[in-house]
């Protein structure tokens, strides 16, 4: 049972009437990618947002390295998590290393590894170039060295390759399995359901708050760029 990073039990968020979450089981493992799909609306942003403590839970209970975190998370947890938002938002007039550096002041990460990160992501060239003449590209490597601070042991990536070039996206996916291969956990939602084939290992389908699917690519048919099943659950 220890090596299952994070629970979620029965858990329901609701806005007024609405339950943007609605009474979802799920269990990540150590080691584990896992793709969260589903069309606008679906819930995958509330999903990431309780999972990152943003918001709590209206009903059911959410289990973080084996800490109850449904009404906060503590410090110790939160060093443990990184995140990757859909828009990171990135000073143009500052270097990419001074970005870095501001970055892991806030999270308490020692600076000395920050010029390894910008290495690992392919950026450290350019470490001291201002980030407004940064490509889309170079600046998604940027915001992921920021979320791979502390290395984490939770990553929750959104959206993180949509309009990369392709080797962009082929180093986000190397890193993805390198922190697989270190035991740490992945959640990732995604549209381009095919690109993670080979990477996730799990793919989560949520429709109008509900987890409708949960299995590995070839269990929910999604073949040539085609995730049939998934498009007959949406
Ligand atoms: P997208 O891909 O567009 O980000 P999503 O799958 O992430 O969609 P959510 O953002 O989680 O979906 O939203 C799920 C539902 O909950 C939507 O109907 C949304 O309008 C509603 N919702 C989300 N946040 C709030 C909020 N703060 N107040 C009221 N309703 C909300």
């Not at 996206?169 to 992945?186: P, S, W």
């Amino acid at each position: 049972m220890n090596n299952q990073h994070l629970i979620l039990n029965n858990v329901t968020k609701q806005y007024g009437t609405q339950k943007a979450v609605n009474d979802v089981n799920l269990a990540l493992h150590a080691g584990e990618c896992v793709g969260l799909a589903g069309h606008n609306g679906a819930g995958k942003s509330t999903m990431m947002k309780l999972i990152l403590g943003l918001i709590r839970p209206s009903s059911g209970s959410i289990t973080l390295f084996g800490e109850d975190i449904s009404r906060g998370h503590s410090a110790a947890i939160r060093c443990q998590m990184g995140y990757l938002p859909e828009t990171v938002a990135l000073h143009p007039s500052l270097t990419g290393k001074e970005t870095l550096d501001f970055y892991a002041k806030l999270k308490g990460t020692d600076l000395a590894h920050n010029h390894a990160l910008l290495e690992r992501v392919g950026i450290a060239q350019s470490a001291h170039k201002r980030v407004g003449a940064y490509s889309k590209g170079m600046r998604q490597r940027l915001a992921l060295a920021q979320a791979l601070l502390g290395e984490p042991k939770l990553l929750l990536l959104d959206e993180p390759t949509t309009g990369l070039d392709p080797a962009s996206r082929q180093m986000f996916y190397q890193i993805i399995n390198e922190l697989k291969q270190r035991g740490a956990t992945v959640l990732l939602s995604t549209h381009a359901l095919a690109e993670l084939d080979g990477h996730a290992d799990r793919i989560v389908v949520m429709k109008n708050g509900h987890k409708v699917a949960d299995g590995n690519m070839h269990e929910l048919h999604i073949q040539s760029g085609l995730p049939t099943k998934i498009v007959a659950q949406l």
